[in-house]
């Protein structure tokens, strides 16, 4: 077995595992935005140490570079934070209920008690300056 099969196999072992991490979260944590943040993390790692592992392999197999592995990871890591962000945003527009001790509770909470949207507080306050 000389180096390039040892990197290989590390970097599929090391996607595989933090895929399975990934998996493990998204069954096992009890709240939307808990089980959101263990697969868009762990799954974009693991993916992306698959396609590290396949670009090593193809490009030793065909001796030159392999371009490809390369864009699909970049459109990944592209696509991935952007798509996390727009459920949280979703789930939050819906009042998704949290839990407690998740972080950031007290910021979603005064989100979603606001009676009224922003635009429409800024219409009330444009109308306010024309009155006086």
């Known amino acids: 077995m000389n180096w390039t ?3 290989i196999s590390f970097f599929v072992l090391l996607g595989g595992l933090f895929m399975l991490i990934g998996s493990i979260g998204l ?3 009890p ?3 808990m089980r959101l943040h263990a697969p868009t993390k762990a799954t974009t790692l693991g993916v992306g140490s ?3 592992a396949s ?3 193809f490009s030793i197999k065909n001796s030159m570079f392999s371009i490809h592995e390369v864009l699909i990871t970049i459109f990944l890591f592209i696509t991935a934070p952007v798509s996390a962000h727009m459920m949280a945003k979703a789930a939050l527009h819906v009042d998704t209920q949290t839990l407690e001790r998740t972080q950031g509770s007290e910021a979603h909470q005064a989100a979603t008690a606001r009676k009224s949207t922003p635009s ?3 219409l009330a306050n444009k109308q306010e300056g024309s009155e006086s």
Do not use: Q
Request: aromatic content about 16%; glycine content about 0%.
């Open 31 to 33: 709240d939307f935005y």
């Open 55 to 57: 670009m090593l392999f």
């Open 50 to 52: 698959l396609l590290i």
């Open 27 to 29: 069954a096992r944590l």
């Open 120 to 122: 429409e507080a800024d």
């Open 5 to 7: 099969e040892l990197a």
